[in-house]
DNA sequence: TCAATAGTGTCTTTTAGACATTATATG
DNA sequence: CATATAATGTCTAAAAGACACTATTGA
């Protein structure tokens, strides 16, 4: 066999999170450099359970959260010391678990990172946060996956802010979303219950996660923007 | 170095195109066994190069074809032998070119794979087979994908026929989905000319694909089929 | 009471889909 | 001429989008 064929396969998880209005990303500290979580991929693991585990690992169990491969990368030189191909994954989770370890491991703003704000990466993990992202923001537009990054029980107010913190932008006009939201069968379900006072105004009826994973119609970006 | 952590990293690609009225399949035969174009990852190759390469070995060259990756495959135990991940990739061609080598590759009836009637596949080919179909499927809807599928020029007639095979149903009526295509700005791009006689009818426009790669507003699959 | 947020109603414009009509070729 | 295929026109129903209105809370 051509060892020349052998590589050393990592996998990597991007999480991404709704904080406040900002999208953010989970990056952990990693011999002084900031970058995904990273875990070598063996032969009895699945890539998705590698994914998984080096989420857990840095204090994101992910059991119960959306989970997808995004791509591989294998450019030559990626890792100027060694034959590496990554197996990167999108994760996305609700806001509100992790918050320790600040200097091993921390969320960070994705925008900033866009701005070249955020610290330098290791490898091409700018990158892989870019295609996540961008993968985010499109199936945003055709499928449920926002409820992912929720809480349950959560508000239709609640999903209009996710999908204006994924897409840095509003998706239209809000009581056109809420009635798009309640007229695609199943994607949220009623709950019977409203918000408790939070702030003024009218309660909210809450819901959960439907069964649908497609959204047909899609909720489109282009949407304008009032 | 942990040397668990080491793979045997093979490249695959999945080549599609439509033949008569059918979407067809490039496989090769290696060792008694079909299965899909496979060559191992090298470190001073991308992983798309390698795809390309592969394909152009088995005499179906993609240098202007559309390709991209459609995912990684790493269950435990996917090849018995060994620790291998494989990086699969999906190709779109037009149909005319391949025909030699019928022993050592042909194009095969996705239809007829699915249905069994085709020859089994080495390892889990037939699910990465399976896999790139149905991203090929999704992808018509919402992107100017077909047109990757035609020799040009190409008329719209043809286009709608490519829409036919890839589903296995027709997008809707004839004169609706003509009208769709040509309001989508930069799908295609008249050339002036028309086809010349083939059989009776008013000759053809011709087209060649344009510069969009979104397809807003897409043309869905859920459409009625008269 | 007002301010703030949630939710509904309604009007206009756009689009989809069905289907009829016109156009241009061959035999 | 008839026939086949291409392209356009038209009608109706559905959907999107803008925006006014009602509902229900806290201050």
């Known amino acids: 066999m051509n060892t020349d064929a052998l590589a050393r396969v990592t996998v990597d998880t ?17 011999a002084g450099r900031w970058g995904l979580p990273s875990t070598p991929k063996t032969p009895e693991e699945s ?34 010391a060694d034959h590496v191909v990554s197996v990167a994954h999108l994760a ?23 701005r070249g704000e955020g610290p330098p990466l290791e490898l091409d993990h700018r990158r892989i946060v870019d295609d996540a992202v961008e993968r985010t923001r499109a199936k945003l537009e055709y499928t449920t996956l926002a409820t992912r990054l929720l809480r349950e029980p959560f508000t239709v107010g609640d999903l209009y802010e996710v999908y204006c913190a994924v897409w840095g932008g509003n998706p239209g006009d809000k009581a056109n979303f809420a009635r798009k939201v309640r007229r695609t069968e199943g994607f949220v379900i009623p709950t019977g219950t409203t918000t408790p006072h939070r702030g003024r105004g009218r309660p909210a009826m809450r ?20």
């Open 92 to 114: 996305l989770v609700p806001d509100g678990r992790f918050e320790h370890q600040r200097d091993a491991a921390r969320w960070w703003v994705v925008e900033d990172l866009a």
């Open 207 to 226: 819901y959960v996660a439907g069964p649908a994973t497609a959204l047909r119609p899609p909720i489109t970006r282009s949407a304008s923007e009032p």
């Open 14 to 30: 991007v999480v991404l999170a709704v904080r406040g209005a900002h999208l953010h990303v989970l990056l952990t500290k990693h």
């Open 47 to 80: 890539l998705a359970a590698a994914a998984r585990r080096v989420a857990g690992e840095i204090g994101e169990p992910l059991e119960r959260a959306h989970l997808e491969q995004l791509a591989a990368y294998g450019e030559p030189g990626r890792d100027p």
